[in-house]
């Protein structure tokens, strides 16, 4: 009698011994019994960005399986080539609802990724860099306020200015020049020092929600989180903002630091948990697809398994509350031609689809077309676009053909990174006289009517 699949799993993890130590670690890491899941089908092929500009099996999330599976099985060593396969991936798990199986590619991809990292060898200003950011800044929101008041410093005393003028920008790589140039007003003020930790519900109240300010978020995009508590408000939920929340800790999984990601996610269930809420709403798509699988990220720790569950079966998107359970908010009239861009981690992780549009069509005179292949990715996927910025021009490249088609006004989304590089796509494209790239967030707080 053979073996139930995952005693062989937990006999590969123990026999695991060879020359490569990489090979071992994702001997044990992958989990063998998902590999399996796949049946080779290919209908994630035509679903996959990297797949369709490269036309590259390997490039492709069924290649990725195969490539993974085969060092299991111990038929080939993981090199330098296994791992840039990996990396090239945008992580936007559009093969996911494209596969009959159910494979999740999304959580093999981060096991392979925090293998990959555990071995690999980077330059030491890389080494750097990467240890500033994931493990003193991210986790540190009081770190996160001082850059954005040094960012805000920059772009309002005259050095922003000064820097363009003189060229010294130049120096930086184009992609970096790039997103200087569209990076909304920072400020290093807290949403909870402006608007404080509980804002009370207009009208009757439907619910009590815990407000995720994000990280990033909360010193680039404060207007759109203000605006977000306004439409929770006013759609009758009473919102909290638990002030010991930190990073969502999504760049962390995606980028081979699991262990961080999950200290975070222990601190943030701590934090909403405390609040008792009913919700925990988001506003941006690639932080709510890891909130929303906190209950996998720490599935082996059994002492926040339960706590883990009861935080992701609440989480929201800001869209899904306010179609699926707040009191109807009034819209008034806006004459203009609008469009939507999916974020790949609301549509395929959170399955949010039709709740942006129905509120987009909600409101008064506005012509709402549908943008061919919205739900593929726009090639922004966290920081994709700063490390793989060939690939992630190709793709927004081929996004904005479509965008252009539309003849929209504006482009909408739901998640600052797509916001960023629709904003990118847009002045590349030449089309800033025509057409603006907003969060839904604002669009629909600027149409919002006064109460």
Not at 106 to 129: F, K, N, V
Not at 243 to 262: D, T
Not at 314 to 340: A, C, W
Not at 404 to 409: G, I, L, Y
């Amino acid at each position: 009698m053979f073996a139930p699949q995952s005693e062989l799993t937990t006999q590969r993890a123990t026999a695991v011994s060879s020359a490569n130590p990489l090979a071992d670690k994702l001997k044990i890491n992958l989990d063998y019994d998902e590999l399996m899941n796949c049946m080779r089908c290919g209908f994630c092929l035509p679903a996959c960005p990297t797949y369709r500009e490269t036309g590259l099996e390997a490039a492709s999330p069924r290649g990725r399986i195969a490539l993974m599976k085969a060092v299991t099985d111990g038929l080939m060593e993981p090199d330098q080539a296994f791992a840039d396969q990996l990396n090239l991936c945008l992580g936007c798990r559009a093969c996911e609802p494209a596969c009959p199986s159910g494979v999740k590619y999304g959580h093999l991809l981060e096991q392979a990724r925090d293998s990959i990292e555990d071995h690999a060898r980077h330059p030491w200003w890389i080494r750097m860099i990467r240890t500033a950011a994931f493990r003193y800044l991210f986790p540190k929101q009081k770190r996160i306020y001082r850059l954005g008041k040094l960012l805000a410093f920059y772009q309002r005393s005259g050095i922003r200015w000064l820097a363009r003028k003189t060229g010294i920008l130049r120096i930086l790589p184009k992609q970096m020049r790039e997103m200087e140039m569209i990076l909304p007003a920072a400020t290093g003020k807290g949403l909870t020092k402006r608007l404080g930790t509980h804002i009370p519900a207009q009208g009757k109240t439907v619910a009590k929600v815990g407000m995720f300010r994000g990280c990033i978020m909360d010193i680039l995009f404060q207007e759109t989180n203000r605006k977000t508590v306004e439409l929770l408000t006013a759609s009758g939920c009473e919102v909290y903002i638990p002030e010991e929340q930190n990073c969502c800790g999504a760049l962390h999984a995606h980028s081979g630091e699991q262990e961080l990601a999950r200290e975070l996610a222990r601190n943030n269930i701590r934090a909403f948990r405390a609040a008792n809420v009913d919700f925990i709403v988001v506003n941006a798509g690639g932080c709510g697809a890891l909130l929303k699988e906190y209950d996998h990220l720490l599935k082996e720790d059994t002492e926040w398994q339960e706590d883990a569950r009861w935080f992701a079966s609440r989480v929201k998107d800001i869209s899904e509350i306010l179609v699926d359970l707040g009191n109807p908010i009034e819209y008034q009239s806006l004459n203009k031609r609008v469009t939507y861009q999916d974020s790949c981690h609301l549509r395929n992780v959170m399955k949010v689809n039709s709740q942006p549009r129905k509120l987009l069509r909600s409101i008064p005179n506005a012509e709402y077309v549908e943008l061919f292949e919205a739900d593929r990715c726009c090639g922004s996927a966290g920081i994709y676009n700063l490390v793989q910025p060939e690939m992630s021009a190709n793709i927004l490249n081929e996004k904005m053909e479509n965008v252009k088609k539309t003849k929209a006004d504006i482009l909408v989304t739901a998640n600052p990174g797509c916001l960023l590089q629709m904003k990118l796509g847009i002045y590349q494209a030449g089309l800033q006289d025509q057409m603006k790239a907003v969060h839904i967030v604002d669009l629909l707080a600027e149409a919002k009517k006064s109460s």
